[in-house]
């Protein structure tokens, strides 16, 4: 049970640096990179916001259903969103090319979310909950911390080339980690 909790708390470390350290450089690329306002970019986000809620929503009984593979798709699903940004992601343009990897995205964190919560609770004793949750808690600021470092220090040393252009060097280890957390 040790083990199987100090994997699913790495998991979560790893996933929350790709989740938060994206939201960092989605929001610069989108307001810096792209001119939107704040506003427009909190749209834009609220795409990533409704594919988070559907999966969300059937999380409970896809896990059920598929077990630990429902999170290892979503990591795949997320990852899949951010190729597709990548390789829809430039200095100009309509937004509109940016929906659905924004959408696969979301979904793919939406898969993830919950399961790794129960995954790492689910092996400890009742007991030791309380413990094991507010690890968990300190793993997930954590990973939001160390990703937002590492992911912003990629972003600015790669920003001479422009900000569409650090974005997407950004997604390229971005699209590993939800991969990793998956494993």
Same mark, same amino acid.
């Given at each position: %049970? ?10 979560t ?12 450089? /989605?929001?610069?690329?989108? !307001?810096? #990179?792209r001119?939107? +306002?704040? =506003?427009? +970019?909190?749209?834009?986000? &609220?795409?990533?916001?409704? #594919? ?8 409970p009984?896809?896990?059920?259903? /598929?077990?630990r !593979?429902?999170?290892? $798709?979503g ?5 899949a969103?951010?190729?597709? $940004?990548?390789?829809?992601?430039g200095?100009h #343009? ?7 990897p $924004? ?9 993830l &979310? ?6 790492? =609770?689910? !092996? *400890? ?9 507010? $690890?968990?808690? &300190? *793993?997930? !600021?954590?990973? @939001?911390?160390i990703?937002?470092? *590492?992911?912003?220090?990629?972003f600015? @040393?790669?920003? @001479?080339? #422009? ?5 997407q060097?950004?997604?390229?280890? =971005?699209?590993?980690?939800? =991969?990793? %957390? %998956?494993?």
């Amino acid at each position: %049970a040790d083990r199987a909790v100090s994997a699913g708390l790495v998991a979560t470390g790893v996933f929350y640096a790709a989740m938060a350290s994206f939201f960092v450089v /989605l929001a610069l690329y989108l !307001q810096e #990179g792209r001119g939107l +306002s704040a =506003l427009g +970019s909190g749209a834009v986000f &609220t795409v990533v916001g409704a #594919g988070y809620l559907a999966a969300s929503m059937m999380g409970p009984a896809m896990t059920a259903r /598929l077990g630990r !593979q429902w999170p290892a $798709l979503g990591g795949v699903v997320m990852a899949a969103g951010y190729v597709a $940004l990548a390789l829809t992601s430039g200095p100009h #343009g309509d937004v509109l090319p940016l929906l659905l990897p $924004l959408l696969l995205a979301g979904v793919g964190m939406g898969m993830l &979310t919950a399961p790794l919560t129960g995954i790492v =609770l689910a !092996q *400890v004793a009742p007991d030791q909950a309380g413990t094991v949750s507010g $690890l968990q808690s &300190t *793993v997930v !600021q954590l990973g @939001n911390s160390i990703g937002v470092a *590492v992911i912003g220090v990629l972003f600015f @040393n790669a920003v @001479n080339g #422009g900000i569409p252009h650090a974005f997407q060097v950004s997604l390229i280890p =971005l699209t590993a980690l939800p =991969l990793a %957390a %998956a494993v």
